[in-house]
């Protein structure tokens, strides 16, 4: 038994766990120790050594959808922007109108290239003195620091731009039972946290920033505070939310909840050649507040008409269509498949993948290539799941 | 984790059971561990050929698809279809009920180049 070589375009597949050498240069967390300890499954996840599970995906997964999970998200970056016209020079890198954010509220956002292909999606978030508190991906995240210096070089904002990741460990506390989970270790009253506010407090007697944020489709918290906390609050908050069933998710759990979420992944559903209008996300793309880098490119195509645009789809036949396959209609080459595989929520097996716009409605039937065999499928709306409001 | 005495196994975490004629083909302890949560099992149709070395299938988990390949070459007699409606039975029970293929043996000759329970473990390492 063998993994195949079309596993190899997804980066979350590489079991890590063999040679030494090959392991010694990935990028740790403060947690990766505490993840050892409870025998955690280690990959390599673009350069980092991370959990992809820790007892079994499906387990974890359902963990998240009915109670609540655990995750290290510590590889994610931070990138501060403070000064008097901070926000001004976030609304110029990014997309989203930071504008529109009151204080201690975040907003989903994408840092663009002049051609309108995409650097990264990131959260933005606004401090009450105007400072702005970016987290953005893992792997991504010297590139966008880069990116932002350049961007703004010679445009005179009147703001200083730090890579900020080394003070900060993140951990998300993501299902129904979160809020009580995390609520045991925080005078902060969380229920008056709105979803994508913020607020500065503690938890467990150390700083944290708490956010009602999330990358599951769920309800619940991510927090960031001092790497060198990030141990024991691990260990504290998985003793509060013991009486709720609380499992340690890793990056597997986290990629299936995503999935049903209908929530892009930088590398598969965005990328520096796709814009973030052919992924639908349209929404986090404000023509009207003034210019930004990417704005012409983004103008220009959606003049010209989008050729391609992202499709959720479900499996009809007996097989499970995973990134990079290649998808057919009317048994012609017409897209690929940017992420799937099996939804433990809904029981099917269900994908996101690129198709011509005039294919990418509802309803279309396709044909995903799997092992060289067209295997039937449907595009289907996103997301796949939707949590019940409270 | 223990690895019958009476199987031979391959490299690449396939074992295989030698009763006369014939050969049952299942993917060891150490794959299943590996893979995680068993979803979607492809095997051959009975009458195939299949041929040492060569993938004749493939088990999907959650996060990866795997070929897997014959430990012997011969032609398939019986294949386990209680596993498409139970995948999950590869991570219970994949030396015992989750047996993939059975198989007529072409070349019982072959069956010298597999590894013993004890190499196998001694490649686990």
Redesign the interface.
């Known amino acids: 038994m063998r993994k195949t070589a079309r596993d190899k375009a997804n980066v979350t597949l590489k079991l890590t766990h063999e040679p030494m050498s090959d392991t010694a240069d990935l990028k740790r967390t403060p947690l990766f120790e505490t993840h050892l300890a409870s025998k955690a499954k280690m990959v390599d996840f673009g350069g980092w050594n991370m959990p992809v599970q820790y007892s079994s995906i499906i387990e974890e997964h359902s963990a998240v959808r009915n109670a609540v999970g655990l995750f290290d998200v510590s590889h994610m970056g931070e990138i501060e922007v403070r000064g008097p016209q901070a926000l001004e020079l976030v609304n110029y890198i990014a997309t989203n109108n930071a504008a529109k954010l009151k204080p201690w509220q975040a907003q989903y956002s994408a840092l663009l290239y002049e051609h309108g292909g995409t650097v990264d999606d990131i959260l933005v978030h606004r401090l009450p003195n105007g400072d702005m508190f970016l987290c953005v991906n893992a792997s991504n995240q010297e590139k966008d620091f880069d990116h932002i210096k350049a961007a703004v070089s010679g445009k005179k904002f009147d703001a200083e731009v730090e890579l900020a990741s080394s003070r900060y460990a993140q951990i998300a506390v993501q299902g129904p039972k979160g809020l009580a989970t995390l609520q045991k270790l925080t005078a902060t009253n969380l229920s008056e946290i709105k979803y994508y506010w913020f607020t500065d407090g503690a938890v467990s007697n150390t700083p944290a920033r708490i956010a009602r944020t999330g990358y599951t489709g769920e309800d619940g918290f991510e927090i960031y505070i001092a790497p060198g906390e990030a141990p024991r609050l691990w260990k504290e908050l998985l003793k509060a939310g013991e009486e709720f069933g609380i499992k340690q998710c890793g990056l597997g759990a986290r990629n299936t909840l995503r999935l049903e979420a209908g929530m892009a992944l930088y590398g598969h559903e965005l990328t520096a050649s796709i814009n973030p209008l052919e992924a639908n996300l349209g929404w986090i793309v404000k023509m009207d507040k003034g210019d930004f880098v990417g704005r012409a490119a983004l103008e220009k195509a959606q003049n010209g008409g989008l050729s391609r645009m992202l499709a959720g789809f479900e499996m009809k036949d007996r097989g499970i269509g995973r990134d990079g396959y290649e998808v057919w209609v009317d048994g012609k080459t017409a897209g690929w498949v940017t992420s799937g595989g099996p939804s433990p929520t809904l029981n099917k097996n269900i994908g996101l993948c690129y198709l011509p716009t005039a294919k990418a409605q509802p309803g279309q039937p396709i044909h995903v290539i799997i092992r060289n065999s067209p295997v039937e499928a449907i595009t289907t709306p996103t997301p796949f799941y939707k949590r019940a409001k409270a | 984790m223990s690895y019958p005495n009476n199987f031979k196994y391959t490299k ?3 074992w295989v059971l030698i009763e006369g004629d014939n050969g049952t083909i299942g ?1 060891t302890e150490h ?1 299943q561990s ?1 893979l ?2 068993i ?2 099992v ?1 095997l051959p149709k009975v009458g195939a050929a299949i041929t040492k070395g060569s993938t004749f299938g ?12 014959a430990p012997v070459s011969g032609e398939v007699v019986e294949i386990n279809e209680a596993l498409g409606g139970a995948p999950e039975k590869l991570n219970s029970d994949p030396h015992g009920t989750a047996w993939l293929i059975k198989v007529k043996l072409a070349k019982p000759d072959e069956i010298g180049t597999l590894l013993s329970a004890a190499d196998y473990e001694k490649h686990l390492g």
């Open positions: 690449e975490h396939e993917i794959a590996e995680g949560d979803v979607f492809d493939s088990v999907e988990s959650v996060k990866a698809v795997s070929d897997i390949y």
